[in-house]
């Protein structure tokens, strides 16, 4: 991704909008100058060349490198609110990123992101100030504790990647261990179930069973025979008053049949007796008649007409005619007390029948043929034999798979815990596995970084100088030293000598060359490759000689990446700069000029 445009527009000093047409520039070295109209005795001071530098920052972080932002970076003096883009090109492809203040935005291409974004498309804050962004009132990379060194060039190198490894592996490790544990209480589990299964005996238990049930068996067999002589003697029982009620029955139907005879026979009686009885009633009715007439015939009147009689032969006549009647009266009379005298005979022999014994026969008939069925079910129950299986043989089956299944059982778990002591033993080792690949790692790139920072040290004229990083140093106590240290040595001392003791234009010189190196280191770690840097008054506290190798390090340094280099500085250097930024501070506020 390459800068192509700078916008500004009321970034402190600049008020109207200023473009740096950065695709109109040459790759190489310019210097960043200019003149300060309103307050000449300042010359090329306080015109806006830092300003042109942090809005760049602002743009891409919300501050300035002194973290700087809101209201401040506002130009003083103007009402509207600071506005700053940068066009970019990747590939063919150009975009633009704007942040303005009053209202606050952040957009990209049009469309508004959020600062994690920014920082994606281009890299985050701490790494720009240390890769193409110097300001002058930053401390550089040798300048900042060992503590901070070492927090940037962790994040830049993923160092971080390795720690999470190793502590990843750690708790990995300790899922292990106590996974071995878990493994180790099931074996001691399974262990402990086989060995009780093993100690459970259901033999005694099984022959015992066997034992009660022929005994069962025994009984049962007892009770069938028992009742089998039961049976038979019920039997003899039912026989015997099946007989007694076939000779009952054989009484009872003669006495039945001489009870219906007589029943009939005093019927045909009493329906003669009831006719003679009728008979004598009407001859009884006649021979009142009969006497009457005739006292009516003697007294010589005619019972008809009750005229006298001429002649007495009507009374003869009635006179015979009633000892008929009462002839016949008295037969029938007889023959009535006769057919009464039969009736109650006849009564008398059916009252005097004999009743036949034994007529509680048929209820003790029907107890003999319930006890009689109740003995064939019992037989028949008793001879259904229940099928019974010895439950004992079930759990000595069960207890044979329960320990099969055991022993398969304690094999895989120890399988899994052996299986889980290796896995622990794999992961503990890469706690420090990782770790000392985060060594390597390091120990390679420190390799890299002085290297690198040592030639710059000698393009810039410190000719037998070194300076030697490192980092996590082990105590004696066996713990780490987290920091990333440096330390100088000098062709004038005998020993090595902490950064931090030196000053002036030597450490200027120390610091440049560590800055050079670092920023490469942190470049081509990051992937990040810019197209321009932004060095701020770079040139203090060295001499005309430092300012001409320092100048001359930037060149070739452009040269080599193919890069804009940008150098501010108040004063006027001699030197063949591709070409000028011009920056002029009027009372309207600062205006860009590229001079070629």
């Given at each position: 991704?390459?800068?192509?445009?700078?916008?500004?527009?009321?970034?402190?000093?600049?008020?109207?909008?200023?473009?740096?047409?950065?695709?109109?520039?040459?790759?190489?070295?310019?210097?960043?100058?200019?003149?300060?109209?309103?307050?000449?005795?300042?010359?090329?001071?306080?015109?806006?060349?830092?300003?042109?530098?942090?809005?760049?920052?602002?743009?891409?972080?919300?501050?300035?490198?002194?973290?700087?932002?809101?209201?401040?970076?506002?130009?003083?003096?103007?009402?509207?609110?600071?506005?700053?883009?940068?066009?970019?090109?990747?590939?063919?492809?150009?975009?633009?990123?704007?942040?303005?203040?009053?209202?606050?935005?952040?957009?990209?291409?049009?469309?508004?992101?959020?600062?994690?974004?920014?920082?994606?498309?281009?890299?985050?804050?701490?790494?720009?100030?240390?890769?193409?962004?110097?300001?002058?009132?930053?401390?550089?990379?040798?300048?900042?504790?060992?503590?901070?060194?070492?927090?940037?060039?962790?994040?830049?190198?993923?160092?971080?990647?390795?720690?999470?490894?190793?502590?990843?592996?750690?708790?990995?490790?300790?899922?292990?261990?106590?996974?071995?544990?878990?493994?180790?209480?099931?074996?001691?589990?399974?262990?402990?179930?086989?060995?009780?299964?093993?100690?459970?005996?259901?033999?005694?238990?099984?022959?015992?069973?066997?034992?009660?049930?022929?005994?069962?068996?025994?009984?049962?067999?007892?009770?069938?025979?028992?009742?089998?002589?039961?049976?038979?003697?019920?039997?003899?029982?039912?026989?015997?008053?099946?007989?007694?009620?076939?000779?009952?029955?054989?009484?009872?139907?003669?006495?039945?049949?001489?009870?219906?005879?007589?029943?009939?026979?005093?019927?045909?009686?009493?329906?003669?007796?009831?006719?003679?009885?009728?008979t004598v009633a009407q001859l009884d009715q006649q021979r009142l008649r009969l006497v009457k007439e005739h006292s009516l015939v003697k007294q010589g009147v005619c019972p008809m007409c009750k005229q006298k009689l001429p002649t007495k032969a009507l009374a003869l006549t009635?006179?015979?005619?009633?000892?008929?009647?009462?002839?016949?009266?008295?037969?029938?009379?007889?023959?009535?007390?006769?057919?009464?005298?039969?009736?109650?005979?006849?009564?008398?022999?059916?009252?005097?029948?004999?009743?036949?014994?034994?007529?509680?026969?048929?209820?003790?008939?029907?107890?003999?043929?319930?006890?009689?069925?109740?003995?064939?079910?019992?037989?028949?129950?008793?001879?259904?034999?229940?099928?019974?299986?010895?439950?004992?043989?079930?759990?000595?089956?069960?207890?044979?798979?329960?320990?099969?299944?055991?022993?398969?059982?304690?094999?895989?778990?120890?399988?899994?815990?052996?299986?889980?002591?290796?896995?622990?033993?794999?992961?503990?080792?890469?706690?420090?596995?990782?770790?000392?690949?985060?060594?390597?790692?390091?120990?390679?790139s420190l390799r890299q970084l002085n290297t690198e920072v040592n030639e710059c040290l000698h393009q810039l004229g410190l000719i037998g100088w070194e300076i030697t990083f490192s980092a996590e140093k082990e105590t004696k106590s066996g713990t780490v030293k987290r920091g990333?240290?440096?330390?100088?040595?000098?062709p004038h001392t005998s020993n090595v000598v902490p950064w931090e003791a030196w000053s002036g234009g030597e450490s200027q010189r120390l610091r440049l060359g560590a800055q050079f190196g670092i920023s490469n280191l942190l470049v081509a770690r990051s992937g990040f490759n810019?197209?321009?840097?932004?060095?701020?008054?770079?040139?203090?506290?060295?001499?005309?000689?430092?300012?001409?190798?320092?100048?001359?390090?930037?060149?070739?340094?452009?040269?080599?990446?193919?890069?804009?280099?940008?150098?501010?500085?108040?004063?006027?250097?001699?030197?063949?700069?591709?070409?000028?930024?011009?920056?002029?501070?009027?009372?309207?506020?600062?205006?860009?000029?590229?001079?070629?």
């Amino acid at each position: 991704m390459k800068l192509q445009r700078i916008s500004i527009t009321g970034f402190r000093s600049f008020k109207a909008t200023q473009v740096l047409l950065l695709n109109k520039m040459y790759q190489g070295l310019w210097l960043v100058t200019g003149e300060n109209e309103v307050e000449p005795g300042l010359g090329a001071n306080a015109i806006g060349k830092s300003s042109l530098f942090d809005a760049v920052h602002w743009c891409l972080y919300g501050k300035t490198s002194r973290s700087l932002k809101a209201g401040t970076i506002n130009s003083w003096d103007f009402d509207k609110g600071a506005s700053v883009s940068l066009v970019t090109m990747n590939g063919t492809k150009t975009s633009t990123l704007t942040r303005t203040q009053s209202p606050n935005t952040l957009t990209w291409e049009g469309e508004p992101v959020d600062q994690t974004r920014v920082d994606q498309l281009f890299i985050p804050q701490e790494l720009m100030l240390h890769t193409w962004y110097f300001p002058q009132f930053t401390s550089a990379f040798i300048d900042l504790k060992p503590e901070q060194r070492m927090e940037i060039y962790t994040e830049v190198m993923r160092l971080g990647l390795w720690d999470e490894k190793s502590d990843l592996a750690k708790r990995v490790s300790e899922a292990y261990k106590e996974l071995v544990r878990e493994k180790e209480l099931e074996v001691v589990k399974w262990e402990t179930q086989l060995l009780t299964l093993k100690k459970t005996d259901y033999l005694p238990q099984k022959a015992e069973w066997d034992r009660q049930r022929l005994a069962r068996k025994r009984a049962r067999e007892a009770r069938i025979k028992t009742a089998r002589s039961d049976l038979v003697k019920a039997r003899l029982i039912v026989q015997n008053l099946n007989r007694k009620m076939l000779a009952y029955d054989k009484k009872l139907k003669t006495f039945n049949e001489r009870v219906k005879t007589l029943g009939k026979y005093i019927d045909d009686l009493r329906q003669k007796e009831t006719r003679a009885s009728t008979t004598v009633a009407q001859l009884d009715q006649q021979r009142l008649r009969l006497v009457k007439e005739h006292s009516l015939v003697k007294q010589g009147v005619c019972p008809m007409c009750k005229q006298k009689l001429p002649t007495k032969a009507l009374a003869l006549t009635l006179a015979a005619s009633l000892k008929e009647i009462n002839e016949k009266l008295r037969l029938e009379r007889t023959q009535a007390d006769l057919l009464t005298t039969q009736i109650e005979e006849k009564e008398k022999e059916l009252a005097d029948l004999p009743t036949p014994e034994n007529n509680k026969l048929e209820s003790i008939w029907g107890a003999a043929v319930q006890e009689m069925e109740s003995i064939e079910r019992e037989i028949r129950n008793e001879e259904k034999e229940k099928v019974e299986k010895n439950p004992f043989i079930d759990l000595i089956q069960q207890q044979a798979d329960d320990v099969i299944n055991a022993m398969a059982m304690l094999e895989v778990r120890r399988e899994e815990k052996a299986e889980s002591e290796q896995m622990q033993s794999r992961s503990a080792f890469w706690i420090k596995g990782f770790k000392e690949i985060r060594y390597q790692v390091m120990e390679e790139s420190l390799r890299q970084l002085n290297t690198e920072v040592n030639e710059c040290l000698h393009q810039l004229g410190l000719i037998g100088w070194e300076i030697t990083f490192s980092a996590e140093k082990e105590t004696k106590s066996g713990t780490v030293k987290r920091g990333f240290l440096c330390s100088v040595r000098s062709p004038h001392t005998s020993n090595v000598v902490p950064w931090e003791a030196w000053s002036g234009g030597e450490s200027q010189r120390l610091r440049l060359g560590a800055q050079f190196g670092i920023s490469n280191l942190l470049v081509a770690r990051s992937g990040f490759n810019p197209s321009v840097e932004f060095w701020d008054e770079p040139t203090q506290y060295l001499s005309g000689g430092g300012v001409h190798d320092l100048l001359a390090q930037l060149e070739e340094r452009a040269n080599r990446y193919g890069r804009i280099i940008l150098l501010a500085d108040h004063r006027s250097l001699n030197y063949p700069f591709k070409g000028n930024i011009h920056i002029a501070k009027t009372a309207e506020g600062s205006t860009i000029d590229i001079r070629y």
